[in-house]
């Protein structure tokens, strides 16, 4: 599936730690803390987005979602799952290559010294790798964080770079 054709995804208030778990595996989930649930339900069906909630509330409010799913369970990691099953979603193919924060793709540093002040001098002396968000700037490694995440998601750890020593 290529990524234009990929399903995007509008979260719950509530679901915003999903949401952050799909943008780690490389797909387009959306959130906003100040919307109201009416707000996002306009904003997912303008764009074409899916409606995720965990809500016990039926679905019936206006405006109805125009595509929606309600997750069944409540912990995090299971409705991540849950996602990734309803929809046969990739989780390996674009693993760590969107900002968490931005929901935009991440830049590859050309040049580690344009990024040496924004990290940790151990953490520029461990990796020869690093990302950029181009929106708000944030410097990205594939360090221990990386491990810990594909563990607790149950994922493969991404072979393109060594893991940190």
């Known amino acids: ?7 995007k995804f509008m979260m719950d208030q509530m679901l915003i730690t999903v ?10 989930a959306e959130w906003d803390t100040g919307a109201t649930r009416h707000e ?8 074409g987005r899916i409606f995720v909630t965990c809500t016990q ?3 019936d409010e206006k ?20 996602i990734i099953r309803a929809f ?13 924060r931005c929901n935009v793709a991440l830049d590859d540093v050309a040049d580690n010294e344009a990024i040496r002040e924004k990290v940790h001098p151990n953490v520029f002396a ?14 990205f490694w594939r360090g221990s964080h990386v491990v810990n995440t594909c563990r ?4 493969s750890f991404p072979k393109d770079e060594p893991e940190a020593a």
């Open 1 to 7: 599936m290529n990524p234009g054709d990929a399903p």
């Open 19 to 28: 949401g952050k778990y799909l943008r780690i595996c490389g797909h387009d």
């Open 40 to 47: 996002l339900i306009v904003r997912a069906n303008a764009e």
């Open 57 to 59: 509330r039926p679905l």
């Open 63 to 82: 405006p109805v979602p125009a595509k929606s799913l309600k997750l069944e369970v409540g912990d995090p990691v299971e409705q991540f799952h849950e």
């Open 88 to 100: 046969g979603l990739d989780t390996t193919g674009r693993l760590f290559t969107k900002c968490i």
């Open 126 to 139: 461990q990796h020869s790798k690093f990302y950029r968000c181009p929106k708000c700037g944030t410097v």
């Open 152 to 155: 607790k998601l149950g994922l």
